[in-house]
């Protein structure tokens, strides 16, 4: 953790997030409820990258294993499970999400009011963020002996070719398939599946439409919402993605961070410096963050909330839903080459106009994480931009040695300083 | 003849055939089929063990050291000799060590990612396999020196491969029945020369000392025969009751580890790894007719732990033990390699299940810590011939 006695800054929070922790709430307590006799749903737990659009279509209600991991980790609360997991074999340089899920999983404790997460009905993992997620969703289908579904997203280095989005897309037919099966319920007729599948992806199109609207309202000087702002508002876009509850929140979200920058209102008082993170937020040292903004220097952009504002279904996609859902799910941020991620990341720092960039290096995500040191070189070497790499892990705490940390924060702002 | 074969694989590249050229390639899955049809040699490049140089800058420590040290012998000039290097989707640290080479080699280098499905069953998984290994032909044919790969030239190489793997199977037998002649060691140092020789004389090479290790079993000594002489005097010599192990893990780098099993004591009579009878047991009955059947035949092996699902491997481990009737199993975890680490917990308790106990060492850099490591083997080997482990 930070130093206490270092200042923090205390930023101008959204008014929009007492809403969101009621979203929360009632995302977590719908899980429990689906459990019970008569308000039973089946649940799935599925991937921060699975096209869950199926599964709502379908009356499915998905569950997030990785977001839980960061809801634990938010809470500083994640060691002791990370800790059941190893004791049963699992080593501890396994993905501390997994390690956390897996530790809550065999334990039967949670952060829930103390529950682990709901019993899934159905599994879904798509390889496209890493192939951790396939193999953590194996041990959790032996634990709770269920059924799996594996959704196959071959490296998008340079595209994708036809084999691959014909790949994808039958296994996306697979899944309407499978999915139907696990629930104990007859596979839709295709043409009133469609119908339905394509109203989830409009809601879909609309909330991806509102949160990339928002990130591009974080470009005005000073910047209307912080990385603690994005953190945390991540939750609607990753959990209820195809709902209205999600196009309505960020419609409100959206609403307020435009009034913001009519009013020059700022998130980071004396914001000073402009700043892109990259990589997963670590969940339990937002003073990390906070210290920063205390100096004037805010994050305007991040690489991973960012991502969440690609999926760009159209209504065009009527004539085939499932190739384009193959093609959006293959082309996400850690599914494709290098070389496309340095475009968007230099993109996005030119975007959003930052003078720096902090590369968070998490041992526990090797696909955003691997790579990371030539694109820091890239922004130093090729756009001159100072660059922070922070060795730590978004759950783990373990992991991470806040004393060195900020030592090196010190000098990136000095740096940052004899720049501006 | 083993002494070649071990020295092929010891150093891939100083054994390269001059009448070719040599294409490296990186995982067990790239069919080196394939690569032979298309008139190159295949060398599988490992990765040279002990501390990482240049690859420290591009790749974090928690990229496994096999990654980083491949990466880097690459980065120091090691594929200079080759035509290019073909990787493969196995993992999230090999895809980056290939992401990084593809920035950092040489411009015109040739590099091919053989994007592989990591799913082995499921509707369209033969159909993208098929088209991958059509892409890899074509990809190898506008390569400096390639061809293409046309049915016969690919089903003469089916047959030489097969032919490298029937010998490793009839090896396999011995170092089973007799690991006194032929120790798991030395096993899977033949078997990896047999992926850097140039194949036809690894054919021939294996041949005749599959010829010889049989004759020798039968005759019940070692001491007529050459080969199985030089083999059996590899093995430290032990009392009598070396309980019988089966060994488990990814690609290793060095025959270190498991010198090390046998020094405490331990007979390696069968093996679950990247380099051993995982990529060895192919069914081989009848011969593919094309590319398809043969991407089709990579997808039915024994699969590794990096594709899914798991339980065809889980399933084969415990068949291993069985038919080996080996007393326990020790698995070599490579530091970092996820997809074991995650197998291990349920692989573990599948082996202990049937009564056999077991031991997990870490491999880093190629070879385990000798130290402690040694004295846990020991205690394990002690409790084996205490009867802790009979299945």
């Known amino acids: 953790m930070t130093q206490p006695e270092r200042p923090l800054a205390a930023d101008l929070r959204l008014a929009a997030d007492r809403d969101l922790k009621g979203l929360i709430l009632k995302h977590y307590l719908g899980a429990y409820r689906a459990k019970r006799p008569f308000t039973r749903r089946p649940v799935a737990w599925v991937t921060s990258g699975a096209p869950v659009e199926i599964l709502l279509a379908l009356g499915i209600l998905p569950i997030y294993p990785e977001n839980y991991g960061a809801l634990v980790g938010s809470r500083k609360a994640a060691v002791p499970y990370c800790e059941s997991a190893e004791q049963a074999g699992y080593s501890q340089d396994l993905c501390s999400y997994a390690r956390t899920n897996i530790g809550s999983m065999l334990t039967g404790r949670g952060e829930l009011a103390g529950r682990p997460l709901p019993r899934p009905d159905l599994l879904v993992a798509a390889k496209n963020i890493c192939d951790v997620v396939v193999k953590w969703w194996e041990v959790t289908a032996r634990h709770f002996d269920c059924p799996l579904f594996i959704l196959d997203t071959p490296f998008a280095a340079d595209g994708l070719t036809l084999d691959q989005v014909a790949y994808v897309r039958g296994q996306l037919e697979e899944l309407v398939v499978v999915a139907s099966k696990a629930v104990r319920r007859p596979a839709p007729p295709p043409a009133a599946f469609e119908r339905d599948l394509m109203k989830v992806l409009d809601l879909t199109r609309q909330a991806t439409g509102l949160w990339q609207e928002i990130q591009t309202l974080r470009q005005a000087s000073p910047t209307p919402a912080s990385a603690l702002d994005m953190f945390t508002n991540l939750f609607p876009i990753v959990t209820l993605r195809g709902t209205q509850a999600c196009v309505d929140y960020y419609r409100q979200v959206r609403d307020e961070l435009a009034e913001r920058v009519r009013r020059g209102e700022g998130a980071v008082p004396g914001e000073r410096f402009r700043l892109l993170w990259d990589n997963i937020a670590i969940w339990y040292d937002f003073d990390l963050v906070r210290y920063l903004h205390a100096r004037g220097a805010a994050f305007v952009g991040e690489t991973y909330t960012d991502a969440w504002g690609i999926y760009q279904f159209s209504p065009e996609d009527e004539k085939d839903p499932l190739g384009a859902m193959a093609r959006q799910y293959s082309l996400i941020l850690l599914n494709i080459g290098l070389g496309t991620r340095k475009e968007r990341l230099f993109n996005m720092l030119r975007a959003q106009r930052a003078d720096g960039a902090v590369f968070h290096s998490c041992r526990s995500c090797k696909t955003y994480s691997l790579g990371q040191y030539e694109l820091a070189r890239a922004v130093r070497d090729e756009l001159g931009l100072p660059v922070l790499v922070l060795e730590a892990d978004m759950t783990d705490s373990r992991a991470y040695a806040s004393g060195p940390a900020m030592t090196r924060i010190d000098a990136f702002l000095e740096l940052l300083t004899s720049k501006a | ?391």
């Open chain 2, 1 to 391: 003849m083993l002494e070649r074969l071990v020295a092929a694989g010891a150093d891939p590249l100083a054994h390269r055939p001059s009448d070719r050229p040599s294409l490296g390639y990186v995982c067990s899955y790239v069919p080196e089929e394939v690569i032979l049809a298309a008139g190159f040699h295949p060398v599988r490049l490992g990765a040279r063990p002990g501390p990482t140089g240049p690859a420290d800058s591009l790749l974090q420590s928690f990229a496994c050291s096999f990654a980083r040290a491949l990466l880097d012998g690459l980065l120091s000039g090691r594929a200079a000799g080759l035509s290019g290097v073909v990787f493969a989707y196995t993992c999230d640290s090999l895809r980056a060590a290939m992401e990084a080479w593809k920035v950092r080699a040489p411009a015109g280098s040739f590099i091919h990612f053989l994007n592989l499905p990591a799913r082995l069953e499921g509707p369209g998984v033969d159909t993208y396999a098929a088209s991958e290994a059509r892409r890899l032909a074509d990809a190898l044919a506008g390569v400096k020196g390639g061809r293409q790969v046309m049915a016969e030239r690919l089903a003469e190489a089916t047959r030489l491969v097969a032919d490298l793997r029937r010998s490793l199977g009839r090896l396999d037998r011995v170092r089973s029945s007799r690991p006194d002649l032929l120790p798991g060691s030395v096993f899977i140092a033949v078997a990896r020369g047999a992926q850097a020789l140039e194949r036809s004389e690894a054919a021939r090479l294996l041949a005749t000392l599959a010829d010889e290790f049989e004759a020798a079993a039968a005759v019940g000594s070692a001491a007529a025969v050459g080969s199985a002489g030089a083999a059996a005097a590899a093995r430290p010599s032990q009392p009598a009751g070396r309980p019988r192990l089966l060994v488990s893990g990814g690609y290793l780098e060095t025959e270190q580890p498991l010198r090390l099993i046998e020094e405490s004591g331990a007979d390696i009579v069968a093996d679950d790894l990247c380099l051993g009878w995982r990529r060895i047991a192919f069914a081989e009955d009848d011969e593919p007719s094309g590319l398809a059947e043969l991407a089709a035949r990579y997808l039915r092996r024994v699969p590794c732990a990096a594709k899914h699902p798991p339980d065809p491997r889980f399933d084969f481990v415990v068949r291993l033990a069985d038919e080996h009737q080996v007393a326990g199993g020790v698995f070599l975890l490579q530091k970092f390699c996820d997809p074991h680490a995650f197998d291990y917990p349920a692989l573990r308790d599948r082996l202990e299940a049937t009564g056999r106990p077991t031991l997990l060492l870490e491999v880093e850099q190629g070879s385990v810590a000798s130290g402690q490591a040694r004295t846990r083997l020991e205690a394990f080997v002690e409790r084996l011939r205490a009867g802790g482990g009979s299945p």
